[in-house]
């Protein structure tokens, strides 16, 4: 049986669930609830729409991103997992973010409740990739509800200590993104991407009015203010120590091929993370969970 099969199969007495084919062997979860409709690729675990009732959408997804596997979904919340940005090996070619994005997940576990619907996701590891020789999993719950709310839980599953770098590398949706400030983060230390050493503090509310790549230290709830939109999404974190807050601007999304030339404009990346001086050691056996909690006003 496929996977297409066998989710339509394990969700057929689930009221507000649908399964849809994407691609051939590639399906997606649409969730449907009286608060809200999402929808989540078992490829990577992507949520890829969220959209509470009433509301516009509040998660991006490009018109040109394409569902293939091995190929990550550009926008929606891409799972950054078990490192977050460049491989620690980066020579060696390894992929960027991590293997979760690119990887399929299982589904474990759907409750439906009167007004939300929570999917339980995972993901493992083995050791057996060159990239990770390590067993660890991941385990991803999302609630679809009047707000969003999704949880990341690393599992050290071997012998010995394991670093791990994550990200809920979250596309929000905006009216225009240079009509946009991103609150919160005003006092945190930040660099200028990964590959950047020199610590800068932020000082004031940020405009995306440029391309921006930072990396903060910051456990802070962030607001993102969508001027353009009249309406504030707000992101709340836990057990999260880095954001980054990242837009390509037009130079660098015009070289993108999964994205369309003007959809930088309607944008802002702003990712709950653990990562830079915030990576995980997990002893074995050990866990972390880490979370974020959407809403809009
Ligand atoms: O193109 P990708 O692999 O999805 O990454 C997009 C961006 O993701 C951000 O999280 C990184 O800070 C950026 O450096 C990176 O360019």
Redesign the pocket.
């Known amino acids: 049986m496929n996977r297409t099969a066998s989710l339509i199969e394990a969700t057929a007495e689930q009221p507000h669930i649908t399964i849809e084919e994407l691609a051939p062997d590639y399906p997606v979860i649409h969730v449907s609830n009286p608060q809200a409709t999402a929808s989540i690729a078992l490829h990577g675990a992507h949520l890829i729409s969220y959209q509470p009732s009433g509301q516009d959408p509040v998660i991006f997804t490009s018109r040109d991103a394409v569902f293939r596997e091995g190929k990550?979904i550009?926008g929606g919340v891409?799972i950054?997992w078990p490192w977050?940005?460049a491989h620690r090996d980066a020579g060696n070619g390894y992929?960027?973010?991590g293997l979760a994005?690119t990887s399929f997940w299982q589904l474990e576990q759907i409750e439906c409740g009167a007004d939300t619907t929570t999917l339980v996701l995972s993901f493992t590891t083995d050791g057996s990739d060159a990239s990770w020789p390590y067993a660890c999993k991941a385990t991803l719950t999302i609630t679809v509800g009047s707000t969003l709310a999704i949880s990341l839980r690393s599992d050290n599953l071997s012998d010995s200590a394991i670093e791990i770098s994550e990200?809920l590398?979250s596309y929000f949706q905006v009216g225009m993104a240079d009509q946009t400030e991103v609150i919160g983060l005003q006092g945190c230390d930040y660099v200028f991407?990964?590959s950047d050493t020199e610590v800068k503090s932020q000082d004031a509310p940020i405009v995306i009015n440029e391309a921006i790549?930072?990396?903060y230290h910051s456990e802070a709830t962030i607001e993102i203010a969508d001027r353009s939109n009249q309406r504030t999404i707000i992101v709340e974190k836990h057990n999260s120590q880095t954001t980054?807050v990242?837009n390509?601007g037009a130079e660098?999304a015009a070289a993108?091929g999964d994205l369309a030339n003007d959809e930088y404009h309607h944008f802002v990346?702003v990712?709950p993370?653990n990562a830079w001086p915030n990576r995980m050691t997990l002893a074995p056996g050990t866990s972390h969970t880490s979370s974020m909690t959407v809403s809009v006003k």
């Open positions: 990550a550009r891409p950054c977050f940005s992929p960027s973010h994005r990200a590398h991407s990964l790549d930072r990396v980054v990242w390509p660098a993108m990346c990712e993370a």
